[in-house]
Nanobody, 111 residues
Framework: QVQLVESGGGLVQAGGSLRLSCAAS????????MDWYRQAPGKQRDLVAG???????TYADSVKGRFTISRGNAKNTIHLQMNNLKPEDTAVYYC?????WGLGTQVTVSS
């Protein structure tokens, strides 16, 4: 069993920054592909960014140049640095690893 716990969400003004973190624990024996999704009210859950075990990263077009996904020092920990936030970035952000999901952290960007 694997548990994912997100942290770092909050309320920020447009143009501001937030740093999300996700820590995975449980039966994990190797580095895994991990990613961030987000879901705004009434919308589908969309991929924001992903990172492979070797550090290769991918981003949604809407966040390229503003968000950076990275691995933490602890095994199977990832971060999402979000800069120049926009109101349309408001959503619940979820960490994912394979079939496992965290409970999400709310990010609200005020205009």
């Amino acid at each position: 069993q694997v548990q994912l716990v997100e942290s770092g969400g909050g309320l920020v003004q447009a143009g501001g920054s937030l740093r999300l973190s996700c820590a995975a624990s449980g039966s994990i024996f190797r580095l895994n592909y991990m990613d961030w999704y987000r879901q705004a009210p009434g919308k589908q859950r969309d991929l924001v960014a992903g990172i492979t075990s070797t550090g290769y990263t991918t981003y949604a077009d809407s966040v390229k140049g503003r968000f950076t996904i990275s691995r933490g020092n602890a095994k199977n920990t990832i971060h999402l640095q979000m800069n120049n936030l926009k109101p349309e970035d408001t959503a619940v952000y979820y960490c994912s690893m394979g079939k496992y999901w965290g409970l999400g952290t709310q990010v609200t960007v005020s205009s």
